[in-house]
């Protein structure tokens, strides 16, 4: 009897330790299995691409075609530069004029109506060989420049002060400022030019007014009659000899000039502006009156060229010599 239950229980032993193995062999398995399919999955490189298909690979081509075509472009553009023509720039023999432009418009803050335009055109000048006489006369252009633009700030003030008081009533119309700059005359000895402003603030018409100046391109000084005549008096009667006698050769029905033409020519003189020109490749003394000063605004600006030839004679050497060839 015993010996029968020894035997029984070391069967019992026998198929516990048997239940026990098992568990451990499957977890082996799975761990084999497991380790199997992950070096499958790596190995495979369809799996990735199939489970990747829009992933990194595809942006990272595109960066790369990318910066191929804009660098391609910008490399030429720092290896081959192309040069560019000032549209602005105007060349006289070895002088270039410069022109800059301002265009505005004044509006009521409130109800955005228009109350003042403006237009200016400017010049600069660069002469090489004489750079300090290039910043003198730069400097008069830069005087002008201000004033034109300190008249288009006023027309803008008076422009709104008269809206909110009267409204357009009271306006009329918007009010303008147009000033342009132009040289008329330019060689390696001299160089003039010519102002004109124009103003509108209300009423049947605008007005005008006109400046010139006149400069030695070598010293950048500013010139006057007394500079270029041996007697300037002398020489500005003959001027106004030649205006009367021009307005006379006019039959008297057709002349658009005071009656009294022949006192204002003279008084109106110092008011005049006056220039070198050569338009047409006849180089002149030009003189302009002022608006109002010998004539009604009907006939406009009214001036007069005389032949420099004709006027070398009232010249001193100096003024002679810049109108040598």
């Known amino acids: 009897m015993k010996t029968k239950m020894i035997i029984l229980f070391m069967m019992i032993s026998i198929l516990l330790s048997g239940c026990d193995d098992i568990p451990i062999r499957s977890d082996e398995e799975d761990r084999e299995e497991t380790t199997s399919e992950e070096t499958e999955s790596s190995e495979d490189?369809?799996?990735?691409?199939?489970?990747?298909?829009?992933?990194?690979?595809?942006?990272?081509?595109?960066?790369?075609?990318?910066?191929?075509?804009?660098?391609?472009?910008?490399?030429?553009?720092?290896?081959?530069?192309?040069?560019?023509?000032?549209?602005?720039?105007?060349?006289?023999?070895?002088?270039?004029?410069?022109?800059?432009?301002?265009?505005?418009?004044?509006?009521?803050?409130?109800?955005?109506?228009?109350?003042?335009?403006?237009?200016?055109?400017?010049?600069?000048?660069?002469?090489?060989?004489?750079?300090?006489?290039?910043?003198?006369?730069?400097?008069?252009?830069?005087?002008?420049?201000?004033?034109?633009?300190?008249?288009?700030?006023?027309?803008?003030?008076?422009?709104?002060?008269?809206?909110?008081?009267?409204?357009?009533?009271?306006?009329?119309?918007?009010?303008?400022?147009?000033?342009?700059?132009?040289?008329?005359?330019?060689?390696?000895?001299?160089?003039?030019?010519?102002?004109?402003?124009?103003?509108?603030?209300?009423?049947?018409?605008?007005?005008?007014?006109?400046?010139?100046?006149?400069?030695?391109?070598?010293?950048?000084?500013?010139l006057t009659f007394s500079d270029l005549c041996t007697d300037p008096a002398a020489f500005e009667h003959f001027v106004q000899t030649h205006v009367i006698a021009f307005i006379e050769t006019v039959p008297p029905e057709n002349r658009m000039v005071f009656d009294d033409y022949a006192t204002t020519v003279v008084s109106a003189f110092p008011r005049a502006a006056w220039v070198f020109s050569n338009g047409d490749g006849d180089t002149r003394f030009s003189i302009t009156y002022q608006q109002y000063d010998i004539a009604p605004y009907a006939a406009g600006l009214l001036g007069y060229d005389i032949p420099i030839a004709d006027c070398l004679t009232y010249f001193n050497a100096y003024g002679q010599s810049l109108f040598a060839e």
């Open 45 to 222: 490189p369809s799996a990735s691409s199939a489970s990747e298909s829009s992933g990194p690979s595809a942006p990272t081509t595109e960066i790369t075609t990318a910066t191929t075509v804009e660098t391609t472009p910008a490399t030429a553009a720092v290896t081959t530069p192309e040069p560019t023509v000032d549209p602005n720039a105007v060349v006289y023999g070895g002088i270039r004029i410069i022109y800059d432009f301002f265009e505005g418009e004044c509006k009521d803050v409130d109800d955005d109506t228009s109350l003042a335009s403006g237009y200016l055109q400017n010049i600069t000048v660069e002469i090489p060989g004489y750079p300090a006489a290039a910043v003198l006369i730069n400097e008069t252009l830069a005087a002008i420049r201000a004033q034109n633009a300190a008249t288009y700030e006023v027309a803008c003030l008076d422009a709104q002060e008269v809206y909110d008081d009267y409204g357009m009533a009271g306006l009329a119309g918007p009010y303008e400022v147009n000033a342009a700059v132009e040289p008329t005359y330019v060689s390696d000895k001299l160089i003039s030019f010519y102002v004109s402003v124009y103003t509108y603030y209300g009423g049947a018409h605008g007005g005008v007014m006109v400046e010139a100046y006149t400069f030695d391109t070598r010293t950048g000084d500013y």
